[in-house]
């Protein structure tokens, strides 16, 4: 007896078909995950490789007095990035305290001890909402900014100049904006605790009836030496990487008027990937070894 052969487009086919679409997908799936890993290796290869540079001109600046980096261009850039920065910070950081203490009332309230509010407001002003919120807020202030400006002089081939003048565009544009970011930064979240606290207490004073000596001085008794600390440590390593994400950016900038648009767009979300990241490393190394 002769076989019969299946028919066109019958189920065995229909079968084939869709293992074949299934391995396609999964294909696609996993070149399309490669090609964002060799991407993220490669970037934090370049914020490496540019970190390094600053670095470099930085101590250079410090051991020969020939390779001064410009007070004067420091200055400007903290004064754009710090000190204009200071009145969304406190307004956010004052609201944020605000907020705090009126949701912590009611569960502490229950326990007869609405006045710990100050405790908790206090360190996790110290701890963690100071330095972290102040880099968010200055990641998109100030980081899309600088990706935006060194983007521009790209595409208007003002970096190809500086070079042609042998002049080093690391020393020149990233180094002032490395240190005004990473100075600036430290010196905010300093303003923001004290504001975030001074939120709290409003809430405390005109809403929970607690006294305002009562609440400083349970903060006073809460908040260590170790806190502030901490809280520091974490707004300059803020500083570095919010500086280094928008100066890669900005000097990798390719496409013209898109292509620096994408770049700030690309320095805030990256900025705030890395902040939560690091600031997640942070906070578990500081629990595992008590600080």
Known sequence: MSGTAPAS??????AANAARRLV??????????LDRARGTVAFVGGLADLLRQTIGWIY??????DARLGRSNLIVQ?????????????????????????????????????????????????????PLLSA??????????????????????????L???????????VVPRFLATVVMLTALTVIADTVGVLGGLITSVGVLNIGAREYLTFSQQAIKHQDFLTGLLKAAVFG?????????????????????GRATTNTVI???????????VFTSLFYAYGF
């Open 270 to 280: 990256k900025s705030i990937v890395a902040l939560i990241t690091t600031d997640v």
């Open 136 to 161: 968010i807020v200055l990641s998109g202030f100030a980081g899309a900014s600088i990706a935006a400006e060194i983007g521009t002089m790209v595409e208007g081939e003002e970096i190809k100049a």
């Open 240 to 260: 570095v990487l919010i500086s280094m994400i928008a100066c890669r950016e900005g000097l990798t900038v390719s496409g013209g008027a898109e292509g620096v």
């Open 24 to 33: 396609e997908s999964v294909g696609r799936v996993g070149y399309e995950t």
């Open 60 to 65: 250079r600046a410090v051991l020969a007095p």
């Open 78 to 130: 903290m004064v754009r990035v710090g000190v204009r920065s200071i009145p969304i910070i406190v307004l956010v950081q004052t609201f944020v305290g605000i907020i705090l203490a009126l949701q912590l009332a009611p569960t502490l309230e229950s326990y007869g001890q609405t006045q710990r509010v100050a405790d908790v407001v206090g360190i996790a002003m110290f701890r963690e909402l100071g």
């Open 163 to 173: 070079r042609a003048a042998a002049l080093n565009p690391v020393r020149f544009l």
């Open 9 to 14: 487009g019958g189920p065995t086919s229909s």
